[in-house]
């Protein structure tokens, strides 16, 4: 039972351009998002984080949406740089603590 | 320490044998968890320790895995008779009480030949 979801296994973006990652859920409990990024042969690393009474954190180039009554949250990078490019998970929890990764989308940002 | 340490890196082993990995998380950090990701996958939740409470083993995939966490610091995951299936990176996180953020090792990458 995957609960939260994460539909691209990849994404390729065009430097300087938008890149929008996305993340669905299907527990009405989780109250707490996050995106985490991780580079090969790290561990993840916290990015961004919405508690579900906003629907909108930003963050520098980093703003994450949520939109709870779809279930449905984004994250958007802009501009993109190269040194963006990385694997994206995008988390959540709900109460015990206990975060419920997606499988990760790789965006490679190119020159 | 300044960061979560893990230990081995890196450990390749044969189908059968037993392996444990080490995790050292951040001093005063009284929530631990252990993750998994293998190849292609997102990160699996294995077990989470707070504190002085009973651990949360709920994503342990067979009795093969355990883990102990020792004074309340370092932890130690130990998988039996170990499977092909098992290769993965086995990661560690800490936090502190309540917190959402966890910080994350390097991760051990294990190798069941």
């Known amino acids: 039972d995957q609960q939260v979801k994460q539909n691209s296994p990849s994404l390729s973006v065009q430097e300087g351009r938008i890149s929008i990652l996305n993340c669905d859920y299907t527990?009405?409990?989780?109250?707490?998002f996050l995106w985490y990024k991780k580079y090969p042969a790290e561990g993840p690393t916290f990015l961004i984080s919405?508690?579900?009474?906003?629907d909108k954190n930003e963050d520098g180039r980093f703003t994450v949406f949520l939109n709870k009554s779809a279930k449905h949250l984004s994250l958007h990078i802009v501009p993109s740089q190269p040194g963006d490019s990385a694997v994206y998970f995008c988390?959540?929890?709900?109460?015990?603590?206990?975060?419920?990764f997606g499988q990760g989308t790789r965006l490679t940002i190119n020159p | 320490g300044a960061g979560v340490s893990q230990s081995p890196s890196n450990k390749v082993t044969e189908k059968g044998k037993d392996v444990e990995l080490r995790c050292d998380p951040i001093s005063g950090h009284t929530a631990l968890y252990w993750y998994r990701q293998s190849l292609g996958q997102g990160l699996e939740f294995l077990i989470y320790?707070?504190?002085?409470?009973?651990?949360?083993k709920s994503g342990l995939p067979s009795d093969r895995f355990s883990a102990e966490r020792t004074g309340g610091s370092v932890s130690t995951l130990t998988i039996q008779r170990t499977q092909q299936e098992d290769s993965a990176v086995y990661l560690c996180?800490?936090?502190?009480?309540?917190?959402?953020?966890?910080?994350f090792g390097a991760g051990s990458r294990l190798t069941v030949l």
């Open positions: 996180a800490s936090s502190t009480y309540g917190a959402n953020v966890l910080t």
């Open positions: 320790f707070q504190g002085n409470s009973a651990p949360d």
């Open positions: 919405i508690s579900s009474i906003k």
């Open positions: 527990n009405s409990m989780f109250d707490y």
């Open positions: 988390a959540a929890s709900g109460g015990a603590q206990k975060l419920v």
